[in-house]
């Protein structure tokens, strides 16, 4: 059960089809996570892009604290689906969703983001090359933030641009900040 925490849709519950090859942020977390990021962005200044989007949760959650520009991208059909069905309900006009491969959408994207979340799967192996790939192609705006959400054991802090990193139960979710010039 995915909650929305906060904003003009706190407390709307939504239920995810159990065949959606994902695995949702818990509601945890994902305070935890928005109660860092509440302290980095005003929510309807920025543009945010949702990579591994999956059911569409943090996309959801940035919409109805105000963001108006969201980008979502996942390989799975069902999940953009599911992401453009729930937009349309919620009436969040601000999410564009794309069905493409990550790293591929990586390379040919020209636009810069505030914010750039990646939930990628726990058994995803290219952790190095999501970060050099948004980095690489300058695809954060000064001062912007890169999140890998990854499980708590996994230690990405020897990569380029890493801040800090926060652990919660299983999840831990590492930072990556655009360095300003």
């Known amino acids: 059960m995915i909650r929305i925490i906060s904003g003009k849709n706190r407390g709307k519950r939504i239920l ?67 992401i453009e069905k729930i937009a349309d309900q919620l009436n ?30 726990y058994d995803y192996e290219d952790y190095e090359q999501l970060a050099e790939k948004v980095f690489l192609r300058q695809l954060l705006k000064d001062e912007g933030l890169l999140v890998i959400e990854h499980q708590s054991r996994l230690d990405l802090s020897d990569l380029d641009n890493f801040e800090f ?4 139960g299983n999840v831990r979710f590492s930072f990556f900040r655009k360095p300003a010039y």
């Open 16 to 82: 995810a089809p159990r065949n959606l090859p994902v695995r949702p942020t818990t509601n945890m977390a994902k305070e935890s996570l928005f109660n860092i990021l509440n302290n980095e962005f005003y929510f309807d200044d920025i543009k945010a892009l949702d990579l591994f989007a999956g059911t569409g949760n943090i996309s959801y959650e940035l919409a109805s604290r105000g963001c108006e520009d969201i980008t979502a991208v996942d390989t799975e059909k069902a999940c953009i689906g599911f």
């Open 92 to 121: 969040f006009d601000s999410i564009t969703t794309y069905r493409e491969e990550v790293i591929h959408f990586l390379e040919r994207e020209y636009n810069q983001y505030d914010l750039i979340f990646a939930d990628p799967p």
């Open 165 to 168: 990193s926060r652990k919660y």
